[in-house]
């Protein structure tokens, strides 16, 4: 680890190693939705609670024996330069997750952050297509490394792999 790095509580008990600057702020912005272009990641753990809410065989598939959420053709502006997007991203630039049960997949909450296991740590810093395109960086006064709650949710720790950068 080097002098940079901190570590900080998220949970009782479970520590993260913060590698990005302490001083990062930012706020979504929300007519953005880059982030959203992407099939993400879905935690086996989260599986059950993805299929509380959506039809798994509609908005899921798998790859390399992993669970994404589908990548679709979409026919509104939200989309990416492709004319696809997440299978959840309604025209109206919300998710559907998030806007109609207030839940979403832990790699939604952790962009614009990367999170990965390192020696028994959890180390988290900023996702490098993040700096290129997520607009919501140094936006407002909300400090990342005060919030990391928000970001990380409290199973990742569980986790064998939880590196959040796999999707399609
Ligand atoms: S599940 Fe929701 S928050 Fe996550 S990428 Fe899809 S639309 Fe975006
Ligand atoms: S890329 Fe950043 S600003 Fe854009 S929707 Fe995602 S989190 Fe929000």
Not at 37 to 61: C, P
Not at 119 to 126: E, K, P, R, T, Y
Not at 141 to 157: M, Q
């Amino acid at each position: 680890m080097s002098a940079d790095d901190r570590r900080v509580e998220v949970y009782p008990g479970k520590e993260a190693v913060v590698e990005f600057d302490p001083g990062l702020t930012f706020d979504c912005v929300s007519e953005c939705t880059w982030c959203c272009h992407h099939g993400v990641l879905v935690y086996d753990r989260e599986f059950l609670e993805l299929a509380k809410r959506a039809n798994l065989n509609e908005a899921t598939t798998q790859f390399r024996g992993e669970d994404f959420v589908v990548r679709e053709e979409k026919d509104h502006d939200h989309a990416g330069d492709d004319g696809r997007a997440c299978y959840f991203l309604r025209e109206d630039g919300l998710c559907e997750l998030h806007a109609e049960d207030d839940w979403k997949p832990a790699r939604c909450s952790v962009f614009p952050l990367s999170v990965r296991a390192e020696a028994g740590d959890i180390h988290v810093s900023v996702r490098e297509s993040a700096r290129e395109h997520c607009e919501g960086m140094n936006v407002g006064d909300r400090k990342v490394v005060d919030n990391l709650e928000a970001f990380l949710p409290e199973y990742l720790w569980d986790l064998d792999d939880p590196d959040s950068e796999r999707e399609l």
